[in-house]
């Protein structure tokens, strides 16, 4: 039988980190974390469920300790999760079941649901929302660039059916601070790309790109049919445009 490790970078979860353990209990034959120094029972609660841990600085490119929490691993096969996701039974069977069956494949695309102010997004291009968590050891790496980056996967790719739940924002003030992580991170990675910060790049961030992308979620992907959750969800992530933009010119 294949193994599998999971891998998660953490910091200050302990509200989250105990119900994602729970629901890869018996999935896991291996857990390795890099913590980025938690001044909550984050560590506490992981060492719990017999991870490996690693503690180091709480870096703003939060991939960089995804990726060393990855080279801790040592079986056949890598999940890598976040705090506020958890593994089905479902999940957990069809990727047990596809890693013991050898497949030609040395990664795979996973289905996410996310919960965003008490219901799933089905819409607004927000599911299947499809992220690639799952490949060989030794056969998938982070960029470490970008905050929404994927894995990079050497070889062929499938794709599984059963979904992994990502407890997103389930209050706004949780998305807020998201949000405000987020951006902020957008907006340093404008400023390494030597962004000219002028009128072409003003209408573009400021105006044409948040309407373009309201129009896109809320309209062409149906956000609205997700009720006012996928109102708001369109709104905001449509602000992260200007947002992280004047983030950028205000610390250029």
Known sequence: MASITIVLATYNEETNIRA?????????????IVDGNSTDKTVEIVREFGAKVKVTDNLPMFH???????????SDWILQLDADERVTKQLAQEIRSIINSNPRENGFWIPRKNWFLGRYLMKGGQYP???LRLYRRGKGKLPQIDVHEQAEVDGEIGYLKEALVHIADPKFKRYLLRFNRYTSLSAKQLNDSKISYNLSSAIRYLVLSPIWWFLLTYGRHKGFMDGWQGLIFSIFSSLRFPVSYIKGFMNK
């Open 129 to 131: 929302d499809y992220t």
């Open 20 to 32: 994602c353990m729970d629901s890869i209990a018996s999935l896991a034959d291996e857990i390795c």
């Open 64 to 74: 960089i300790n995804k990726q060393k929490a990855i080279d801790m691993a040592s």
